[in-house]
């Protein structure tokens, strides 16, 4: 049989061609409110006051507070009658205290310490607890742990290891977006997009992009990288003509395929990014960070999940500068990349992630890089199932994203 025959058969058999579901990695599939056992980014350190601030995180809805000993996390449903805790206040130190009738609990361990309502000897006092979320600050940025009672590991251990240990201006922004998490960081990581789709946004508009590439996706610790074998920068396509990015307008293509900046560059390389020695210019890691090393700066995309639908798209750009040598970032970052960069250019990509409607997908050769990072998620996930059970703790059941 032909291949056309075979494709009619199949056809005929109600047998469609490409993936009908995720069910090749059943954890990814099951992750649609994203993965459990990780910290996770919700808003600014300065967002934080004394007053109850509402997240959703991983469709759990909650809300952190400022207090003298730092910042604390807490389930936001008031056992008593349901409403939410955030509407409540501060009304004693190291507390917050419910809205309607005034139960107060300790943010360090969740007690009920008094119920205000019901005068100080209320025999329900420390019969109740309410479920406390761990929560660090770094970068400039409240993260909140969700897992499923174990022990959060050190957050340091999670963030990009070259943001550890080393001082950096950042560059922040953070936005709810519509979508999927999951789409927000194949969209982050997939080689395909950014040659095409980005061809003619501002950020690139003097910089010439590749027609295509051939790549391989590295494995290095807990990140794999994308990198770049070859650049072609025009195309001949058999019956239809030649294709490229190339214009007068553009700087001339670099010679040499190179793995820093997705283009390559002569620019000499920060001594900071130098020294990380990475294979490719852009890797991923869980549970959704995406990190693209440009020659002067990198630049990280957090996708945290709000819920099966929607995400926070955290984009940090850090120059590993101290002193006055930030100057000219914040110049830069404020002039041009705050609005060209995390501003246009990532407003396709949000446009995309908006409107991503898979599985069922047909996946191409450049897939390669999603199909690698679903299978790193898989792998991760089922270590850290390992883990759990040997602590004898049972994990949580993903949220049902249809519920
Ligand atoms: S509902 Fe919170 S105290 Fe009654
Ligand atoms: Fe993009």
Known sequence: MTETAKRAARRRQGKLPGRQDWSTWPHYQAAAAGFRGYWYPVCFSDQVGEKPRKVRLLGEDLFVIRDDDGIFGMKD???????????????????????????????????????????????????????????????????????????????????????????????????????????????????????????????????????????????????????????????????????????????????????????????????????????????????????????????YEFYVPVDADDHLYVGVMADFQKGLRTLPFYAKYLGAVRWLFHGQFSGQDKWMVEVTDAPPERLYRPDESLLRWRKLAEDTTEDRLDRLRTQGIAPAAPADPTA
């Not at 969700?146 to 936005?175: F, K, M, T, W």
């Open 77 to 299: 449903r008031c056992p008593h009658r349901g409403v939410p805790l955030s509407y409540g206040s501060k009304q004693f130190p190291g507390t917050v205290s419910c809205v309607y009738h005034g139960w107060t609990f300790q943010l360090q361990s969740g007690d009920l310490v008094a119920a205000i309502t019901d005068g100080p000897q209320s025999p329900i006092c420390r019969k109740v607890t309410q479920p406390t979320y761990d929560v660090e600050e770094r970068l400039g940025m409240v993260w909140v742990y969700v897992g499923d009672g174990e022990r959060p590991h050190p957050i340091d251990e999670q963030l990009p290891e070259e943001l550890v240990g080393n001082s950096a201006v950042l560059g922040q922004r953070i936005q709810q977006r519509k979508g999927n998490w999951r789409f927000a960081c194949e969209n982050g990581y997939d080689e395909g997009h950014a040659k095409y789709l980005h061809r003619a946004a501002l950020w690139r508009l003097f910089k010439p992009m590749p027609v295509w590439n051939t790549t391989k996706i590295v494995e290095r610790g807990r990140w794999i990288y994308r990198v770049q074998e070859k650049q072609y920068w025009a195309a001949e396509f058999p019956g239809l003509g030649r294709w490229t990015g190339l214009a007068w307008y553009k700087a001339k293509p670099p010679k040499e395929t190179g793995n820093i900046g997705n283009t390559s560059s002569h620019r000499e390389v920060n001594p900071v990014i130098a020294a990380q020695e990475f294979p490719g210019f852009a890797s991923v890691s869980m549970p959704g960070v995406l990190r693209i090393a440009y020659p002067t700066f990198i630049h």
